[in-house]
């Protein structure tokens, strides 16, 4: 089945700071998503970006479908921004199959 | 506006009881699915749904039933809870997997099996 990579595994920023988050997957691609799990557990989807780029506020995702990668940028850092970032991906199945995900910790 | 409903929040099994996990979606979603989140391995598909009367296995499967006898609902009935199945347990829901459709999920539920 479709493999799915993040980098980092972790990452702590200071508050203001700007990152970038990785996710390579091992074949083409119909369907790729953003994730945020806050540090209550809770599950709230950022993008489906199977290619392109889009932004919302602070946050912004490019997808290169054709190179198997997809960025999270997340731009002036806030505390709020802290917890762990999935991306997922279906390729030729109806599985969607996640990542491991990158711990961000953002420090005041 | 409720979207995807879990219950219950917590559970705890002893080694051999069987129980079901439910999950309840308003949103007309036809694809469903049941993930598991164990620390270190991220996100791992149990089983999922494209409709009523269909499912599927995911990555994970063994251990774990599944139907889906509505659009609204997709429980997951655990037969025989062993230790290894200790977790927390979401559920989740789109209109489908093609076309702009994100995956919306459920507030987990988190079973401990002792």
């Known amino acids: 089945g479709i493999q799915v990579e993040q980098s980092p595994p972790d990452l702590i920023l200071q508050e203001g700071a700007n990152s970038t988050l990785r996710c390579n997957f091992s074949d083409s691609v119909n369907n790729l998503q953003w994730f945020h799990q806050n540090p209550w557990g809770q599950l709230i989807n950022l993008f489906y970006i199977p290619s392109g780029t889009k932004q919302n506020g602070r946050l912004s995702a490019t997808t290169v479908a054709t190179e198997r990668y997809s960025l999270l940028y997340i731009s002036s850092s806030q505390t709020t921004d802290s917890g762990v970032y999935f991306c997922a991906v279906t390729g030729a199945t109806n599985k969607l199959i996640f990542g491991t995900g990158t711990l961000l910790a953002v420090q005041p | 506006n409720a979207g995807v409903t879990q219950t219950p929040k917590f559970q705890v099994l002893k080694t051999g009881q069987s129980m079901t996990l439910q999950c309840a979606q308003d949103m007309n979603h036809e694809y469903m699915s049941w993930y598991r989140q164990d620390p270190g391995m991220g996100l791992r598909l149990i089983h999922y749904?494209?409709?009523?009367?269909?499912?599927d296995q995911g990555e994970v499967p063994n251990g774990y039933n599944v139907s889906r006898s509505t659009t609204e609902d997709f429980p997951l009935r655990l037969l025989s809870a062993a230790p290894s199945q200790t977790s927390v347990y979401f559920c989740?829901?789109?209109?489908?997997?093609?076309?702009?459709?994100?995956?919306?999920f459920g507030n987990g539920t988190r079973l401990t099996v002792t």
């Open positions: 749904s494209v409709g009523a009367g269909i499912t």
């Open positions: 989740a829901s789109s209109y489908s997997l093609t076309g702009n459709s994100p995956l919306h």
